[in-house]
């Protein structure tokens, strides 16, 4: 098998060493509506930074066009304290829709993951 063969294969999909993103997505959206549903989370910046500064957070879920100004504000207060980071890959309108609300999500904070794995799922 040549070079061109293998990047025809690859280009083709028959080779496949990472999980496509809009399964990873999908996967991460059914976590999430799982959360929802039966643990706790906070919706929005401000209550995001209000539940981190008093250390109930156990994940930060930060959307892909959340003002940089803001990232940056998150990242460095979850490494202060410690708290995962998740970097969605959809947008503010696409991570609302993930959390069953008619609204834009710049952020969501997880306090408790409830029946969902979405803690370990998303750290591996």
Known sequence: MCIRDSINAEYMGY?????????????????????MRSGKALLGLTQTLKAIRKGMVK????????????????????MLSKTQIYHYTGTNIDLGAACGRYHRVSCVSIIEAGDSDILTAVSS
């Open 59 to 78: 994940m930060v879920i930060v959307s892909s066009n959340c003002p940089n100004l803001r990232k940056s504000m998150l990242e460095y207060y979850c």
């Open 15 to 35: 080779i496949s060493l990472r999980m496509p993103k809009k399964i990873a997505t999908e996967n991460i959206n059914a976590k999430l509506g799982i959360v």
